[in-house]
Nanobody
Framework: QVQLVESGGGLVQAGGSLRLSCTAS????????MAWFRQAPGKEREFVAV????????LHAAAVKGRFTISRDNVNNILILQMNILKPEDTAVYYC???????????????WGPGTQVTVSS
């Protein structure tokens, strides 16, 4: 099992930046593909980005491509989401997730953090 805790959320103005972290404990971090998802009020949870176990392969959703970057530190067991040029529509609770498949479907991820709120004001 792996335990995940997100941090770094907050309130930011449109055009600003935030850096989210997800700290993992438990089983070997590098056994898992790691992803970020988000859920806005009244909407379904949606895929944001995923990193392969080694971090050499990543995939970003079209809505965030060019603005957000996923990365990971397998020494310190941390997953990062650098978010730049934030927009009000990026407002959501952001979750990190761990799974054994490199996929965009949230149903394929076994472990989840509690989430961190990101609010972007216009």
């Amino acid at each position: 099992q792996v335990q995940l805790v997100e941090s770094g959320g907050g309130l930011v103005q449109a055009g600003g930046s935030l850096r989210l972290s997800c700290t993992a404990s438990g089983r070997a971090f590098n056994n898992y593909n790691m992803a970020w998802f988000r859920q806005a009020p009244g909407k379904e949870r949606e895929f944001v980005a995923v990193s392969s176990r080694s971090g050499t392969t990543t995939l970003h959703a079209a809505a965030v491509k060019g603005r957000f970057t996923i990365s990971r530190d397998n020494v310190n067991n941390i997953l990062i989401l650098q978010m730049n040029i934030l927009k009000p529509e990026d407002t959501a609770v952001y979750y990190c997730a761990a799974g054994t498949s490199f996929v965009v479907s949230d149903s394929r991820y076994n472990y989840w953090g509690p989430g961190t709120q990101v609010t972007v004001s216009s």
